[in-house]
């Protein structure tokens, strides 16, 4: 019998292989881990095979043998592995929360989808957006089945007439189901677009049900005398929100939005600044680009609109002193003020369009605001008076700072919000939750307080309510600033804000904020995947970075932070948040 080797007591013990190719594994030989195939496989002619071996325990016991190292050794040199005896009593099992695709910040399968398709879209521009629309589909090719169009005759036909909320009724509905009533409409295969524009689109601009949409009422009887270009950026706006759901769309978006931007961009080369100024086309257009940007990537593209229209109005302004404009004017005009004042509420730039668009008596609710302008004119306050502080330390002193924040706070603290429908429940809870906002936006910019004062989490848990209450029913319109005020100063540490009375089982605030989130990717006119993106930013500083505790400030007149001192929210919220359309 051949002697065992005598083992060289200066040479380090083998360690056990743990990358061994799985033949070897089970020759239960040592593989030497050569790649890409190990010396035993190659000496032997075998395949060598390398991968993940999964093991169940459930076998291995059926088969009477040992699950891994289980039972056969430990540290301590006992050979039993057996658990340690516990108190039935003294065991408490947590809940298992219910994960949904949404629940993972860091990457979706969308993201990664988005990125792949980009080169594919692209390309596809180099092709007629008729074409592409007319063109027919094999069944179950993934056009057919994310968009749901079907063709009769000529005309595409929509299967959108209602809302998810209910049917919204408009004397425009006959008009748009009849091309014919729209001679500038060129290519007659995009009055499917028109009709996604009046009966899915509109609707979702407001949360109201029994209010009309401005757009609807006051846009769709203007592009029936308008130009072709005004009819496009309309159907430019609505391709780029039905390529939400199917991408197959977003080509036909780019080129309907390259060809209104060509089109204006000569006008306003070659055509006097007056005459343009007085055209009401000219920011109708930029109104419907302003929303294409908004809903494709939210990025700088959306702003440049913005302070366009501003010159503009300012121009018009000049030519028509003391003229009072239309309602069509009237609306563009609060439409890209709105979008200015909670826009910088986010990160506290320098602000476009000034106070005077905002009545500091005016007490309505407006349906499209979703507020009063009021109380927009309390946030347009609030953010300057937040500014001032940061950026001129010796102008906002800490007496006169004090005081302006005192009016501030009593303003708000006496807020009355008046409906023309008392019954419309969906306006005041969106009213509602646009006041506690506020609420909170104000003690966080002005007073330093944080997640964990105790008057923000009261607040926060109020609005995720309201906000819980509107998504089970499918409203999404206005909710995008309560959700990024409410997300922004959630205590991480205390993310369960409240025990549903039927089902017994807590509801956290992260979770129902992502799911309110991705409803609205799917059912706003928001860019939800931009606001998601800030949100989630915000929160992995804040596990980074805890905030700072300061006192709570829970009754008026409470004293505000030094006028030097960044706060809460500038520390954790505005660095995230350029660009942003909060609207």
Same mark, same amino acid.
């Given at each position: 019998?051949?002697?065992?080797?005598?083992?060289? @007591?200066?040479?380090?013990?083998?360690?056990?292989?743990?990358?061994g190719?799985?033949?070897?594994?089970k020759?239960?030989?040592? #593989?030497?881990?050569?790649?890409?195939t190990?010396?035993?496989?190659?000496?032997?002619?075998?395949?060598?095979?390398?991968?993940?071996?999964?093991?169940?325990?459930?076998?291995?016991?059926?088969?009477?043998?040992?699950?891994?190292?289980?039972?056969?050794w430990?540290k301590?040199?006992?050979?039993?592995?057996?658990?340690?005896n516990?108190?039935?009593?003294?065991?408490?099992?947590?809940?298992?929360?219910?994960?949904?695709?949404?629940?993972?910040?860091?990457?979706?399968?969308?993201?990664?989808?988005?990125?792949?398709?980009?080169?594919?879209?692209?390309?596809?521009?180099?092709?007629?957006?008729?074409?592409?629309?007319t063109?027919?589909?094999?069944?179950?090719?993934?056009?057919?089945?994310?968009?749901?169009? *079907?063709?009769?005759?000529?005309?595409?036909?929509?299967?959108?007439? %209602?809302?998810?909320?209910?049917?919204?009724?408009?004397?425009m509905?006959?008009?748009?189901?009849?091309?014919?009533?729209?001679?500038?409409?060129?290519?007659?295969?995009?009055?499917?677009l028109?009709?996604?524009?009046?009966?899915?689109? #509109?609707?979702?601009?407001?949360?109201?049900?029994?209010?009309?949409?401005?757009f609807?009422?006051?846009?769709?009887?203007?592009?029936?005398?308008?130009?072709?270009?005004?009819? =496009?950026?309309?159907?430019?706006?609505?391709?780029?929100?039905?390529?939400?759901?199917?991408?197959?769309?977003?080509?036909?978006?780019?080129?309907?939005?390259?060809?209104v931007?060509?089109?204006?961009?000569?006008?306003?080369?070659?055509?006097?600044?007056?005459?343009?100024?007085?055209?009401?086309?000219?920011?109708?257009?930029?109104?419907?680009? #302003?929303?294409?940007?908004?809903?494709?990537? #939210?990025?700088?593209? +959306?702003?440049?609109?913005?302070?366009?229209?501003?010159?503009?109005?300012?121009?018009?302004?000049?030519?028509?002193?003391?003229?009072?404009?239309?309602?069509?004017?009237?609306?563009? *005009?609060?439409?890209?003020?709105?979008?200015?004042?909670?826009?910088? %509420?986010?990160?506290?730039?320098?602000?476009?369009?000034g106070?005077?668009?905002?009545?500091?008596? =005016?007490?309505?609710?407006?349906?499209?605001?979703?507020?009063?302008?009021?109380?927009?004119?309390?946030?347009?306050?609030? %953010?300057d008076?937040?500014?001032?502080?940061?950026?001129?330390?010796?102008?906002?002193?800490?007496?006169?700072?004090?005081? *302006?924040?005192?009016?501030?706070?009593?303003?708000?603290?006496?807020?009355?919000?008046?409906?023309?429908?008392?019954?419309?429940?969906?306006? +005041?809870?969106?009213?509602?939750?646009?006041?506690?906002?506020?609420?909170v936006?104000?003690?966080?910019?002005?007073?330093g307080?944080?997640?964990?004062?105790?008057?923000?989490?009261?607040?926060?848990?109020?609005?995720?309510?309201?906000?819980?209450?509107c998504?089970?029913?499918?409203?999404?319109?206005?909710?995008t600033?309560?959700?990024?005020?409410?997300?922004?100063?959630?205590?991480?540490?205390?993310?369960?804000?409240?025990?549903?009375?039927?089902?017994?089982?807590?509801?956290?605030?992260?979770?129902?904020?992502?799911?309110?989130?991705?409803?609205?990717?799917? %059912?706003?006119?928001?860019?939800?995947?931009?606001?998601?993106?800030?949100?989630?930013a915000?929160?992995?500083?804040?596990?980074?970075?805890?905030?700072?505790?300061?006192?709570p400030?829970?009754?008026?007149?409470?004293?505000?932070?030094?006028?030097?001192?960044?706060?809460?929210? @500038?520390?954790?919220?505005?660095?995230?948040?350029?660009?942003?359309?909060?609207?």
């Amino acid at each position: 019998m051949p002697r065992r080797k005598a083992t060289n @007591g200066n040479q380090p013990p083998k360690s056990r292989s743990r990358s061994g190719c799985l033949t070897c594994r089970k020759r239960k030989i040592r #593989c030497d881990e050569g790649k890409p195939t190990c010396s035993n496989c190659q000496s032997k002619n075998l395949e060598c095979q390398r991968g993940v071996a999964l093991k169940w325990e459930q076998e291995y016991a059926s088969r009477g043998l040992a699950f891994g190292r289980c039972g056969v050794w430990n540290k301590n040199g006992s050979s039993s592995d057996e658990p340690p005896n516990a108190d039935p009593e003294a065991l408490r099992w947590l809940p298992l929360p219910q994960i949904q695709p949404y629940h993972f910040v860091n990457s979706t399968v969308d993201g990664f989808e988005d990125n792949l398709a980009e080169q594919e879209e692209l390309s596809a521009l180099s092709g007629h957006y008729g074409a592409l629309i007319t063109m027919p589909e094999s069944p179950g090719s993934p056009c057919s089945s994310a968009s749901g169009l *079907e063709t009769s005759g000529q005309f595409f036909s929509l299967p959108y007439v %209602t809302s998810p909320r209910g049917s919204f009724t408009s004397p425009m509905d006959s008009i748009l189901y009849s091309p014919k009533a729209f001679p500038q409409l060129e290519d007659r295969s995009l009055a499917s677009l028109l009709n996604y524009y009046l009966d899915r689109l #509109c609707p979702l601009t407001t949360p109201s049900v029994r209010s009309k949409s401005p757009f609807a009422s006051l846009v769709v009887p203007f592009i029936l005398s308008a130009s072709p270009n005004a009819l =496009d950026s309309v159907l430019a706006l609505a391709a780029r929100h039905l390529a939400k759901a199917n991408r197959s769309w977003k080509p036909v978006a780019m080129q309907l939005e390259g060809k209104v931007l060509h089109t204006l961009r000569k006008r306003l080369i070659s055509e006097d600044p007056s005459k343009v100024a007085l055209d009401p086309e000219v920011p109708i257009i930029m109104m419907m680009l #302003c929303m294409y940007e908004i809903i494709n990537k #939210c990025d700088e593209r +959306w702003v440049i609109h913005l302070k366009g229209a501003r010159d503009l109005f300012v121009t018009r302004k000049k030519l028509l002193a003391g003229a009072t404009p239309d309602s069509l004017l009237h609306f563009s *005009e609060r439409f890209f003020a709105y979008q200015d004042v909670i826009g910088r %509420t986010a990160c506290g730039e320098v602000p476009i369009f000034g106070r005077d668009y905002w009545k500091s008596d =005016d007490q309505e609710v407006d349906a499209w605001l979703g507020g009063s302008p009021e109380l927009i004119s309390i946030v347009f306050s609030i %953010t300057d008076l937040c500014r001032l502080q940061r950026v001129d330390p010796e102008a906002a002193s800490k007496d006169k700072f004090a005081i *302006e924040a005192e009016k501030l706070e009593r303003r708000l603290a006496s807020l009355v919000q008046t409906m023309r429908d008392p019954g419309d429940e969906l306006l +005041w809870r969106s009213a509602e939750m646009k006041r506690l906002a506020t609420v909170v936006y104000l003690y966080c910019a002005l007073y330093g307080a944080s997640p964990t004062t105790p008057l923000v989490v009261d607040h926060v848990r109020q609005i995720l309510k309201h906000v819980a209450y509107c998504v089970d029913r499918d409203i999404t319109a206005a909710l995008t600033w309560p959700v990024f005020v409410a997300a922004a100063e959630l205590d991480p540490l205390q993310d369960e804000i409240w025990t549903d009375p039927e089902t017994k089982q807590p509801v956290y605030g992260r979770p129902l904020i992502l799911k309110a989130l991705d409803h609205m990717s799917k %059912t706003s006119v928001a860019n939800a995947l931009k606001t998601r993106s800030v949100i989630t930013a915000v929160w992995q500083e804040r596990e980074i970075k805890p905030a700072k505790s300061p006192p709570p400030p829970t009754t008026t007149g409470a004293t505000p932070s030094g006028a030097s001192e960044l706060n809460d929210w @500038g520390i954790f919220v505005a660095p995230f948040s350029r660009n942003m359309s909060l609207a």
